[in-house]
C-alpha cells in the first residue's frame, strides 16, 4: 500500500514510480525527506527504511533516521512522505557540497527506483553538475516484483 504524506515535497526534485498490489506482505517501508527549499545551500536529509514489522514502525524508523542525517536546518523538516510493501526505495545525490543535485524514488523494483532517483538528481544538478549525480542508496522492502 502506498500512502504518500506530503506531496509538495516531491514538487522540488522528485517524482514517485510506484506500482500498488492487493496482496499485503508484513514488510513494511517508509521514506522520510527534510528540505528547506534550497538544497544547494541547506543539504538534505533523508531516511529510508525497509522490512519493518508495521507500517508504523517503519514510519518512526525514517523519521528518527531522517533527523539525524543532514543540517540542522533540513533535519528539522523531516516529515514521513510515503510508505510502501514490496517496493524498492533509492536515492541519488551529487555528492559536493553546495550543489542542488538531489533526487529520490520509489519503484516497483531496485531498477525503477533507481532510474527515477537518478532522473530526479539530473534534473536538479543542472548542466555544470549533471555528471557527478551517483546512486547512494538503494533498498528493497519485502518481495519487490
Given at each position: ?22 496482496e499485503h506482505a ?96 539530473l534534473a536538479t ?21
Amino acid at each position: 500500500m502506498l500512502r504518500v504524506a506530503s506531496p509538495c515535497l516531491f514538487a522540488l526534485s522528485c517524482a514517485l514510480v510506484v506500482a500498488v498490489w492487493a496482496e499485503h506482505a508484513a514488510a513494511a517501508g517508509a521514506m522520510a525527506i527534510g528540505i528547506t527549499g534550497d538544497i544547494a545551500k541547506d543539504g538534505y536529509s533523508i531516511g529510508i527504511t525497509t522490512n519493518d514489522a508495521t507500517e508504523q514502525q517503519a514510519k518512526d524508523t525514517a523519521l528518527q533516521h531522517c533527523k539525524t542525517k543532514g543540517g540542522p536546518l533540513s533535519q528539522s523538516k523531516c516529515e514521513i512522505i510515503v510508505t510502501f510493501q514490496n517496493m524498492c526505495a533509492a536515492e541519488a545525490e551529487d555528492p559536493q557540497a553546495g550543489t542542488p543535485g538531489a533526487g529520490w524514488a520509489v519503484g516497483a523494483n531496485k531498477t525503477a527506483a533507481e532510474k527515477m532517483a537518478m532522473t530526479n538528481c539530473l534534473a536538479t544538478a543542472g548542466k555544470p553538475r549533471m555528471q557527478f549525480c551517483k546512486i547512494v542508496t538503494s533498498v528493497c522492502d519485502g518481495k519487490p516484483k
